[in-house]
């Protein structure tokens, strides 16, 4: 990976995610909202306490990933991607994200809003 892709995710900003289909095995791509929280890329979404995000489904069945940078340079990243669950984990992940957005709802993205880790092979999780 070169300092340039490298620099451009230190930085949250709007992507593309390319999933695949739990059901169909159909690539699939939505525009999402990348957060770069030290070091670590996550991707999360406004609270909805009654339903889950299709996305969201696709990681849990198949954790391979494309993020597809867009702002300021054009990259496709393969990467893999887990669902955050522990709540311990959840929480300075979705205040910092909430932070990013201008929101106060933190509890009720807690209970609500998606949350995933994204790790693209040569942009190290976490910080040296």
Avoid: C, F
């Avoid at 209970?111 to 880790?117: A, K, N, Q």
């Amino acid at each position: 990976m070169d300092d340039t892709i490298r620099a451009t995710l230190a930085h949250s900003q709007v992507i593309d995610l390319t999933t695949t289909g739990r059901r169909s095995g159909e690539l699939r791509r939505i525009e999402i909202y990348l957060h770069s929280v030290d070091g670590r890329l996550i991707i999360t979404g406004m609270p909805s306490p009654d339903r889950t995000r299709a996305w969201l489904h696709n990681v849990a069945a198949n954790p391979a990933v494309i993020v597809h940078l867009k702002q300021g340079i054009s990259a496709d990243l393969a990467g893999t991607a887990r669902v955050v669950t522990d709540p311990a984990e959840r929480r300075p992940m979705l205040e910092r994200a909430a932070a990013n957005w201008g929101r106060t709802d933190v509890d009720a993205m807690m209970l609500y809003s998606p949350l995933i880790e994204v790790v693209i092979p040569g942009y190290p999780a976490r910080p040296a």
